[in-house]
C-alpha cells in the first residue's frame, strides 16, 4: 500500500472523486474536506451541482495542503482517484498523475447514450486503468453496501478505503462521518467506513 | 464553531447575517440558488422568492430605502431581466445599504450563455467588488454594504461558478444589529423625473470618481510584490489560477473593478516589467487599461471563451507562443448527461408532441432536457418565456404553413416568472397558436424551490397559491384544459383537439414532480422477456430504468422504476407488465 508524500510537489494534495448523480460523491468530498480542515490543512474543492437525481456525471476535485490557491485539480495532476462507477474512472484518468492511485468501485450503471449512439460502455476498465498506473484497486463495494443492508452507505465505503491512502487519523474521520450522515444511520456508516478500511489495505 | 467549510454561496448568507442584513429576495438560477436558501436559515433575516429577478430587485431595493440592509441574488442571465431597476437605482442610490449578486456562469455549466457581467456595473456606473475564494465572498458582503452606504451606490458582488459551488474555509464573525434607518420621503433622490434625474446623473459621475479615489488604498485591492519582471493585474477566480501559474511574479489582485482604480493600475504597472491581464471570458480589465496606455498582454494569449484554470494559464504564456484552448480531448465514452427522473411527469407529455410531429418552442427548466435523444422534442430554447412569444412570431411568420403543428411548451415557475406577459400578447394580437404549461408545482430544475403557484413561501408557510387556469382565462383564452400527463391516449385526443381549433388554447399538464412527491406509483414493472420483440419503442421515451439485457431484451431496474406506466402504455407488443401486487 502507497501512502501520499505530503511534502511532494509544493504540498499540495489532490483527490479527485467522481460517480454518478445520487451515489453520495458530494457526501464523500464533504466529509473529505472537514477531515482535512480539522487535520490543519488549507483546503478547497470544487464541483458543479445538481446530477443528483438526474443521474449525470458528477466529479469534485479537493485540494489540501499547507496554502491552497486554484480548487481545480491540474491534469496529469491528482494523487488519487476515487471512482463510485466503473466507466467514470475512465472520464476522469486524465487527471491523475502517472502512477497516481486509483481505486474504484466495481459498480455499473449504464447511462442512456448507450442505446442511441455506438458508443459502447467498455469492457476493459481494469486494463485501461492499468496502462497509467501499477496502483489499482478495484472495490467490490457495492456488494458491500447492500450486505451491510443499505446501498447508500456505499459512500462512507469508498472513504473507508480511501483513508488507508491519507495520513488522517481514524478516529478524525470517523467523527466527521458520525456528524456528516442521517442521525439514525450513524452506525451503519461507522461500519461502512470500517469495511472500507479493511477492503483496500 | 469558529471556521467551516463553505461554498461561495453559504459564505455570502453567512456574510450578510454577520452584516446586519435584515431583507433579501430571489429568482433560483444555477450557481446562484444557494445564496437566497442559505440565507433563509437565519431567523434573522426577511427571506422571500420573488416570481423573477426584477421583481427580487424592486422589493429588496424597496427594503433598502424604508431602512434596512439588503440583498438581491440572481444568475447572470438573472441580470439581464433585473436590469431595468438595475440601471435606475444607480441614479437613486440607497438609504440603508444593498449587495445585488450576479452569479455568472463561465463555461456555461447549466446555463444558455457565458455573458460576462462585469459590463453590466460599468455600464450602470455601480460599484462592483469581485470575490476570489469564500472567506472573500464572506468579507466582501460585509464591506460592500458598508460601501453602499458610504458612497450611496448599489453594489454589484460579481462571482463565478467556481467561487459560487467551491469550497474553502471561512473563519466566522458574530451578527451586529444595526438600527433601522428612518424612511423619509425625498422627491429628487427618490423619483426620476428627469429634472431630478439630470442632477442625479452629475452625482452618480461624482461619485464614480470618488469610488476610483477610495480603490487606491482599500481593503478589496492589494499588491503583492514578487519578482519585478512579470506583474499580473487579475481578479476573482482567476487570481488563483494566475498565483499557481506565477508562484514568482508581482501580483496586483484587485477586489473592487468598477470603477477601477488606475492610479493604482499605473503605479504598479510602471513597476514591473511587463504586465499581463489574466482574466477570464471578456477583456473587462485589459481594454480599460490599455486605453490609460499601459502596454499589456492579455487576450492576445488568454482564450476569451469558457473558463480558465491553471494549465490553461500556464500553457497561455508558455514559450512555444501557442494560445491554448480549453477544448478538452475528445473522449470515447459514452456521455452521461443529466436525463429526465424516473417517472418524471414530463416524459408523457413530449412523447405525445414527438408523435404528432409537431414543432415545439421550449423554455427553461427540467423539461429542456426534452430537447435531447432520445426525445429530441424542442426547437428552440432562447430565455425564460420566451418560448410563447416564440411560437406566436413563428406563427405570424409562417402563415398556415405550421397550422395545427405548432405549440408552445412551459413551465409553471417559468410561466410565472415571465410567460404571462407572452400569453396576453397572444391573445391580444389575434394568434392561434397553442401553449402547453407543464404545470408539476415545483422549481424543479434549481432544487426543488417553492414559487408561487405552490402555496407555500420559502419557509414552508401556507400562502396564497396563484391559479395559473384564471390567469389564462383572464388574458382572454377561453380553451383551457388540463390533462394527466401519465396517461397518453387521453393526452394525445386532447392535442389533437386543441390543434385543430384555430383559437388559441392553453393545454395544462398537472402533475406533481415526480421527486417531490415521493411518490411510488406501483411496486417496479418488468418485461416478459418472450413477448418482447426489441422493437426499442420504451428506449424511445428516454427513461433510465430502461435497460437491454445481453440479448438485447429490454429489462426494467427496479432500483429506478417507480411504476408511472408511461413505457407499459407505449408497448405495443405487450411485453411491459405492472405487477400484480
Redesign the interface.
Known sequence: MSNIDINAHNNVTSVLLCG??GQGVLVAS?IL??VA?NSGY??????????A?????VVSQVRFGDK?????I??GSADILLAFEK??T??YL?YLKNDGIIIYNDQQI????????D????ENILEQCKQKSQHVTSLDAIHVAENLGNPRVLNSIMLGALSNHLSFDKETWLDVVSRRVPKKTIDINRNAFSEGRKLSH | MS???LSGNEAIARGFYEAGGTFAAAYPG??STEILENIGTYAEIKAQWAPNEKVALEVSAGAALGGVRSLAAMKHVGLNVAADPFFSLSYQGVNAGIVIISADDPAM??SQNEQDNRWFAKAAKVAMLEPS?SQEAKDFVVLGLKLSEEFDTPVLLRTT??IN?????VNFGERVEIDRKKYVKNFSKNVLLPMNARKKHVLVEERLQKLMDYGYDCPFNRVEWGDRTIGIITSG?S???A??AFPNASFLKLGLTNPLPFKLIEDFSSRVDRVFIIEELDPFLEEQIAAKGIKVSGKDKIPIMGEL???IVTASFSDNGSKATNEM?K???????????PGCSHRGIFYVMKKLRLTVTGDIG?YT?AAI??LETMDTCLCMGASIGYAHGIEKATDDELKGKLVGVIGDSTFLHSGITGLIDLVYNQGKTKICILDNHITA???HQEHPGTGLTLRREPTNSVDLEEICRAAGVKRVVRVDPYKIDETLAVFKEELAVEEPSVIIADAPCI?RARKRFSEPYYVDAETCIKC?MC?RV?C?AI??DENGKTKINPLFCIGCDICRQVCKPGAIRKPEK
Open positions: 454518478v448523480g464533504d474536506i472537514d480542515m488549507d483546503v478547497k474543492k470544487s464541483e458543479v451541482h445538481g446530477m437525481q438526474r443521474g449525470g456525471s491552497i490557491y486554484s480548487p481545480l491540474g491534469q466507466m467514470e475512465l472520464r486524465e449504464t447511462p442512456l447514450s448507450v442505446y442511441f449512439s458508443i459502447e460502455y467498455p | 471556521k467551516a467549510m444555477t450557481p455549466h447549466s475564494d461558478t467556481r459551488h467551491s469550497k474553502s474555509i477566480i487570481y488563483q489560477y498565483r499557481e484554470n491553471t494549465d480531448k473522449k470515447p465514452l459514452p456521455p452521461r448527461a443529466p436525463v429526465l427522473c427540467c432536457l435523444p432520445p430544475m434549481t432544487g421527486i426499442g428506449h428516454g433510465p435497460e437491454k
